[in-house]
């Protein structure tokens, strides 16, 4: 069974742009998460799709947004680019999205902002 | 709130030691709890889980106990080997599917 994957895998924009990335799940999962991580704030919530509802969000501000397909993959889109932004955003999916489903991680996509 | 509290590192062992890295949880809730490791340049792999109080999840020779009286799910391994160099993170999710992270620790195996 293939993994979950995400594309691209490294990205370099500037200041202001919007940056589009993708995460396809594991096949038959219908939840998607992604996060953030970076080497001061570590690995961070952004949020949680399931079924193409955003179901759970973290403390992130509105630039930040996502939406799930019919097919369960997923989407995150940062708007008006800051140098903060960035990171490795890793995507995870699980089946049931329960507390007890394990999440599976992709490779993340490297976002370098300059 | 609900958070994860480890030990910090790094972490530098020679091969064929005792490995513990400690990680303690807040919750107010009942959460499933999760070790992930994450080698340079990859995303994390699930390395074990425990989803109830006193659940031992395992897996290539590392442990871990879920113990709700001292909120605490150490990992253990007995003998680490130079391929286990990588950082860890212990993870709490809740039931709302919220998952929180620790800092991870970066653990150096030397031969």
């Known amino acids: 069974k293939a993994g979950v994957t995400q594309t691209p895998r490294y990205l370099i924009k500037t200041r202001g742009q919007q940056v589009t990335l993708s995460c396809s799940p594991i096949s038959g999962h219908r939840s998607v998460s992604w996060y953030q991580q970076t080497p001061g704030q570590g690995l961070q919530f952004l949020f949680e799709y399931f079924s193409e509802t955003q179901r759970n969000k973290g403390n992130f501000p509105g630039r930040f947004s996502g939406r799930q397909f019919s097919n369960s993959r997923s989407e995150m889109n940062v708007s008006t680019l800051e140098l903060g932004d960035s990171a490795l955003y890793l995507c995870?999916?699980?089946?049931?999205?329960?507390?007890?489903?394990?999440?599976?991680f992709g490779p993340g996509t490297r976002l370098t902002v300059t | 709130g609900d958070s994860v509290t480890q030990m910090e590192g790094p972490v530098t062992l020679s091969e064929e030691a005792f490995l513990t890295i400690n990680c303690t949880y807040t919750a107010t809730g009942y959460p499933s709890l999760f070790w992930y490791v994450q080698y340079p340049g990859e995303g994390l792999q699930l390395l074990l889980k425990a989803t109830k109080a006193d659940d031992k999840g395992s897996n290539k020779g590392f442990e871990a106990t879920y113990r709700k009286e001292t909120t605490s799910f150490h990992l253990e391994k007995g003998s680490v080997q130079v391929s286990d160099s990588a950082v860890y993170f212990c993870a709490l999710r809740l039931n709302n599917n919220d998952m929180r992270f620790g800092a991870g620790t970066r653990l150096t195996v030397k031969p």
């Open positions: 995870a999916s699980s089946y049931t999205g329960t507390g007890q489903a394990e999440q599976y």
